[in-house]
């Protein structure tokens, strides 16, 4: 039987209080109470895209704006992920998706590769979706990136709805993420690296 990969972690911040969990084989299935209603529902993609189990509660300085818990929150996240990852032994590493919504089409591409990397080529039609700040989707995976220790490509190759953009990004990154975590039977126990470490 395959020990479930799963994670909580706590981050507790002047500017944020934030308690996440991870499952990597999870469902889809996400619990998400950040206070942005817009990040949640990026948010939804990533577990329901990457079948994971995902769940975040954040108390943040909202009176302020939105930054310090999206970019917490991805912090949060990274950690998880990291923690309920493990050794990486067995995994596919490399992963990528393609993922359009009308007439959006993003690009994710990513390593599990140890090593905290992020090429982000995003350029919004727009600087807000609602009361969403669109420079928060880089802080979000700039967060992640840093703590979970992978390198990320995003590139949106297209758009002109700022929402689509953002969406295609995080479902993409979902269906990525997926990917490069599941389990390769060829590969059992072993780890996915000439240097025998990530």
Known sequence: MVTMRKAE???DTLETKIAVSINLDGTGVSK???GVGFFDHMLDQIARHGMM???VACQGDLHIDAHHTVEDVGIALGQAFKQALGDKKGIRRYAHAYVPL???LSRVVLD???RPGLEFNVEFTRARIGEFDVD???EFFQGFVNHAAITLHI???RGTNAHHQAETI???FGRALRAAVELDPRMAGIMPSTKGSL
């Open 32 to 34: 998400l109470q950040s």
């Open 136 to 138: 928060l989707v880089r």
């Open 102 to 104: 009308d007439e959006a």
């Open 170 to 172: 995080y479902k993409a």
């Open 155 to 157: 590139d949106n190759l």
């Open 53 to 55: 189990d995902i769940s």
């Open 9 to 11: 972690v706590s981050r």
């Open 112 to 114: 599990i590769s140890g």
